[in-house]
């Protein structure tokens, strides 16, 4: 039976081949504390369940298409505060950040299309990119330079005749780097000078550690047909399992061939909608407490990782990531042995592999994606443990 | 700025069109019956609204990419109770049916494939399929035969090297068409015998009115490689507004593939899914009262559509639609007079014109599809409205 060339050239989960060696841990009693997976520990704000509780249509109706026009005016209201004035149809609520990621590469590319990456980058671009026939170009970086990446003359470099769009995220998922405005602006100019679309994965924008205002790449007015953002709830709410994101942009062309696809598919969740609406009411003392919780615990791993010999680790300004290079030869045969052969009074510990955030063959090999995504007490541990792991895995046998 | 070729020949949905007209005909003072949305009136079970209300977890989390395994469960009792064992991988939840039509193209589909469809047919197929990078080759049928299509000489004229699947609905969205045991049995043997994924979208499988049982594709064991099921909860439970689908298949490696992109969008709704789950365990008298009700209404708008002077309709067998050609020459035209120039009491109608159906230029011209999803009462006075409408049109001043 057919498989398209797309579909074959897409990958399942590079976290997920570790998951039959999880349950075998587990099975045999140990305890494993997971610092691989971006699902945030806090809780979601009880005006998401108190809207849902409150829903009283008796009939689950679909909703519209483009989005609920109350959420649709809450995002507005949001941007509003941020300086950036929208109109309602510069907005697409979408079904997660995901579902905007893979209608706008339905969107903008053909087969064959490049998009410049700077890697590590978020390892689900690739499926949205291929599922679109399109392909990343890298835009290698390093732990030693602290995965930045912003640099004209390398993306520069990149742009060819089937260059249709530059995808960045800031603040970073897996590394953690933020883009300070200078960059930002340098980004806009590449963009706007060889006609590219700037597509700006904000969605952890609210999760920065130094006291900076918030930035979005909506902020240059110039650049209005090249910017296109992707936005969520997911993590700015920790409402992950809601499914509610929204392709934002002022590019009209752009958004009516968009909207093909949101009518296509018919609407995102009523239910999901109406709860996110609430969301956007929650008072600024819930983004500076979540804030502050995990910027402590950010300067927790960082801390605690620098006092392992040998690992390379900058310290990450915004998101809930860091990546890390280990003393080790190979992540991934490392994480396996974590799960299979090491324990330190009956547990051990998760990450994500770094080869997977990568496009470049053979790169990230030592290195690991780190999710703090736990309480101060477990985190310690959980780096006291990759630190016992690394030693106990370079002095084992044969080796 | 680029817009990719496949979005291009995706369109925008041939209902909105009328939108502008509709709101100014209200905004005049008239009442719109509606026929023209498929979004039925049926109280959604207590059970979803229960069980989304009963959601204690303070994080609402991301749900495992395959589904929840409370509802891939609830999905499995579903079909063993219909005869149909099936593995949990069998099955992969989806946000609504959409979702499970757009993983499957793209998972089958390369530039230039086929997929040969009975026409008239459920429009967003085009969008999907088109968003594949695929071309639907349609299967014509006309009123004067009630738009049946299973005619195996008919389906093999069209197969060529590109073909790659059939693509069915039983019962029917436009036509109502439901399939006979034997006409199942004959295209899945044009599939077998031809190596084509036999795609049967079956979200309307309660929605029969004849006493027969239930059926599905599923039912041919020698055909698992072929048969892939679009399902979903949106008619069956009148939920439309949660977004909960599934894609089944006992074709382990087309599973895999379309997993690829159930794990790069991470995850459905998790409210919707627990909802969802609830629902599957509403009693069987939920659907015989739905189905006497849908009964009801079906022979209401058959017998008036029936009394209309020049009005082709067959019966329909399954779903809650209908389509009819009506004696005017533009059913498109038609609608927007009703809109601007029409009135009866202050009331005008509302249907969806044939020709979006079709894939054949030029074809459903004089035909139209009906949604019978209001109460007898209106859907009694939206026929009349209909009936005097189509009077008084084709005796308007210049005709």
């Known amino acids: 039976m057919h498989i398209s060339e797309k579909a074959q050239r897409c990958e399942l989960s590079p976290m997920r081949k570790f998951h039959p060696y999880a349950v075998e841990a587990v099975r045999q009693g140990r305890k494993i504390y997971h610092l691989n997976i971006g699902q945030p520990d806090i809780p979601t704000p009880a005006a998401f369940f108190d809207a849902v509780r409150g829903f009283a249509d008796p ?18 209201d949001y941007y509003a505060k941020l300086n950036i004035p929208l109109d309602a149809s510069d907005i697409l609520i979408t ?4 579902e905007a990621l893979l209608m706008l590469m339905l969107s903008i590319l053909d087969p064959g299309d490049e998009v410049i990456v700077p890697e590590p980058f978020y390892p689900n671009y690739n499926t949205f990119i291929r599922a679109a026939g399109g392909v990343i170009r890298p835009l290698h970086t390093a732990p030693e330079d602290g995965y930045r990446y ?37 980004l806009k100019d590449v963009a706007t000078d060889h006609g590219l679309y700037l597509i700006s994965d904000e969605v952890y924008r ?25 936005d969520s709830i997911s993590k ?15 590019n009209r062309e752009l958004m009516q061939q968009c909207l093909k696809f949101c009518q296509g598919r018919l609407s995102v969740a009523t239910m999901d909608q109406v709860g996110a609406a609430a969301l956007y009411g929650v008072e600024s003392g819930y983004f500076a407490a979540t804030r502050d919780e ?12 620098r006092e392992i010999p040998g690992v390379i680790c900058e310290e990450p300004k915004g998101a809930f990531y860091l990546m890390a290079a280990l003393p080790v030869d190979d992540a991934d045969a490392f994480q396996r042995w974590l799960l299979t052969d090491f324990s330190d009074r009956g547990e051990t510990v998760m990450f994500a592999p770094g080869e997977g955030f990568y496009a470049t063959p053979g790169k990230g090999r030592s290195e690991i994606r780190i999710a703090y995504i736990l309480c101060q007490k477990d985190l310690e541990r959980a780096i006291d443990l990759l630190a016992l792991g690394i030693e106990a895995y370079n002095r084992r046998d044969g080796v």
């Open 150 to 186: 912003a640099d004209r003359a390398r993306f520069e470099a990149l742009i060819n005749e089937r260059t249709r769009a530059l995808l960045i995220t800031s603040p970073g998922n897996p590394t953690g780097v933020v883009l300070h405005p200078q960059e930002m602006a340098m």
């Open 236 to 250: 700015r709410f920790s409402a992950c399992g809601a499914r509610v994101g929204a392709l934002i942009s002022r």
């Open 294 to 305: 995990y910027r402590r615990r950010r300067d927790t791993v960082v801390r605690k990782l």
């Open 206 to 230: 609210e999760f920065i550690y130094d006291g900076e205002r918030l930035h979005t790449m909506l902020e240059f007015a110039d650049a209005a047909e090249n910017t296109v953002i992707v």
């Open 59 to 76: 009939v689950l109706a679909y909703a519209a298409s483009p989005g609920e026009p109350a959420l649709v005016e809450a995002v507005r």
């Open 95 to 98: 079904t997660g950040g995901s």
